[in-house]
């Protein structure tokens, strides 16, 4: 996974899963007994994994390190512990079906493509990477995306990277470097489609959108001073004055200023003078769209004055300064915005990351937004850009994604990184351009076939000025979403149970001889 890209090594990690499988299957050949250690086996290939791949998020726990830095060490931990309970469910139910030779593949591509899946939608989701990740390091090979989805490619990339261990004696038959060969030449066909489709020729950009996206590179730790409000909002102001290049046009030719989620450390919507010093600055032609703290009493409130529910939002704000558009997020942070089981958990002390009481509220209006003179967009807000199938509401197909995120909680770690990659998916998925604005980075602008055109470095201060990409045609994943996964699916288990059937003896003609 990003920053690394080391994708090649699965090619020794997956077969390295196959056969600690097959020795603790071999251990209890009665297909019930299998599970356990099967199941026991998954969990630790997970646990690792994702250990090594969310070990990150420890640094959100020190921003403010003497209120939660003890917490850090449970975070990095259980968190990985309890998402390995998915690989373990899909090794354990691939053990049940296990048989030698490239059949076992299969069977485990089929599980570990469903635990995937339940990993990203169950109590919320969390799919940060996915196997299918593995098959998108590559450009070229990532086009395969917008076919079935990144969830679709685990199926593939089980297949593909655990191919090498059928070349090995034990377990195989003789010809089952056969299936060896075809996993090479399914990966050297994915390879050439991808790259064809790169070739494609880019239309012209949307014609009359300039945008500027503007990354402060705004400390998190800073965020928590109040007396540091003055200071963050003047200095994300002069930045969206100045060009690329660092000269001063006061928006002169920018259509849609954006900058990233939480970029200031007040309500701004709810500040007069802030909106009418952002009115000023966009001098009566330009848009923003910005990130925001927005709140509102508390309709199940009974209290005087009702309590305050606060949302993570995105506006649109007028050339005159004025909010004519507002989405709030829907798919919150667990522990990050708000804290589960709070009543129970709240008890021994412990609260979210962002200290919000209560936490943040879950909105619940449209995905789209329209706004005069932008093209409508869908607003994707943090960790909301990693959820595959989840970015573009059912028939409010929009141009273009767009991604304002706070990855300042994880400083220089592999987390922004890998967050921008999962991000450039969605755009391939869908066949749209993506915007993304971070705070401190990694800000950039993608086309629809998921090329970064351009983009800032983590832990820079800077703009980027871009016409809009246009958006491709609706890909087969944005028509059909995870209905060619299932069929993916229901196609092995078909074959897989021929299979089994067929050297049960089942299909024999001839009962003297031996059909296996």
């Known amino acids: 996974m990003p920053p690394f890209g080391l994708w090649q090594i699965l090619f020794l990690t997956m077969p390295g899963l196959v056969l600690l ?6 251990q209890a050949p009665a297909p019930t007994r299998r599970v356990r250690p099967a199941a026991l086996v998954g969990w630790w290939f997970g646990f690792g994994y994702l250990l090594f791949g969310l070990y990150w998020i420890g640094g959100a726990f020190l921003v403010q390190a003497e209120k939660f830095a003890l917490l850090m060490p449970f975070a990095i931990t259980l968190l990985p512990a309890y998402l390995a309970a998915y690989y373990a469910m899909a090794a354990g139910a691939a053990a049940l079906l296990w048989r030698p030779g490239a059949q076992r593949l299969l069977v485990l591509a089929i599980t570990m493509t469903i635990g995937e899946w339940l990993r990203g939608h169950w109590f919320t989701g969390f799919p940060w990477n996915a ?33 090498p261990v059928l070349l090995l004696a034990r377990a195989s038959p003789p010809r089952a ?23 494609a020729a880019r ?19 800073d965020k928590f001073q109040p007396a540091s409000q003055r200071r963050i909002f003047d200095r994300i102001k002069d930045l969206s004055l100045h060009n690329a290049a660092g000269e001063i046009d006061n928006l002169a030719n920018t259509t849609v200023l954006i900058w990233p989620e939480e970029p200031l450390n007040f309500l701004m919507l709810q500040s007069p ?24 009493p508390d309709p199940a409130s009974h209290e005087t004055p009702p309590r305050q529910r606060f949302f993570n939002s995105l506006a649109v704000i007028d050339p005159n300064g004025q ?24 008890w021994f002390g412990l609260e979210n990351l962002t200290r919000t009481a209560g936490g943040m509220a879950s909105g619940t209006n449209p995905r789209r937004l329209t706004a005069p003179g932008i093209p409508s967009f869908s607003p994707l807000i943090c960790y909301e850009a990693i959820f595959p199938g989840d970015t573009v509401e ?33 755009a391939i998925e869908e066949g749209l351009p993506l915007v993304r604005v971070a705070i401190t980075g990694i800000s950039a602008v993608v086309d629809a076939y998921g090329t970064v055109q351009q983009r800032l470095p983590l832990v820079t ?53 031996d059909c296996r």
């Open 394 to 426: 059912p028939g409010a197909r929009p141009a273009w994604l767009l991604n304002v995120t706070n990855d300042a909680w994880f400083g220089e770690q592999t987390g922004p990184y890998q967050h921008m990659h999962q991000s450039v998916l969605r």
């Open 131 to 163: 196997i299918g990740y593995g098959l998108t390091m590559n450009e070229a090979l990532a086009q395969s995306a917008s076919l079935v989805g990144v969830t679709g490619l685990t199926f593939w990339a089980v297949l593909i990277f655990a191919s």
């Open 21 to 26: 499988l097959d020795t603790a299957i071999d």
């Open 461 to 513: 201060a800077g703009v980027i000025d871009s016409p809009l990409p246009i958006a491709l045609p609706p890909t087969p994943y944005a028509r059909y979403g995870d209905l060619l996964m299932l069929l993916q699916i229901v196609a092995g288990l078909v074959f897989v149970g021929l299979r089994w059937m067929q050297q049960a003896g089942i299909f024999c003609r001839d009962v003297k001889r």
């Open 273 to 296: 003078e802030a909106l009418a010093e952002i009115g000023a600055m966009l001098g009566g032609h330009t848009t923003l769209i910005s990130g925001a703290i927005r709140s509102e």
């Open 203 to 221: 239309e012209p950009p949307v014609a009359g959108v300039t945008l500027r996206l503007v990354q402060p590179n705004t400390p998190e730790t």
């Open 323 to 346: 909010p004519i558009a507002v989405y709030d997020k829907i798919h919150l942070v667990p522990w990050g915005e708000y804290l589960p089981y709070e009543n129970i958990l709240g």
């Open 177 to 199: 470097w056969i299936g060896t060969l075809c996993a090479g030449l399914l990966l050297m066909a994915a390879y050439g489609w991808g790259s064809w489709r790169l070739t």
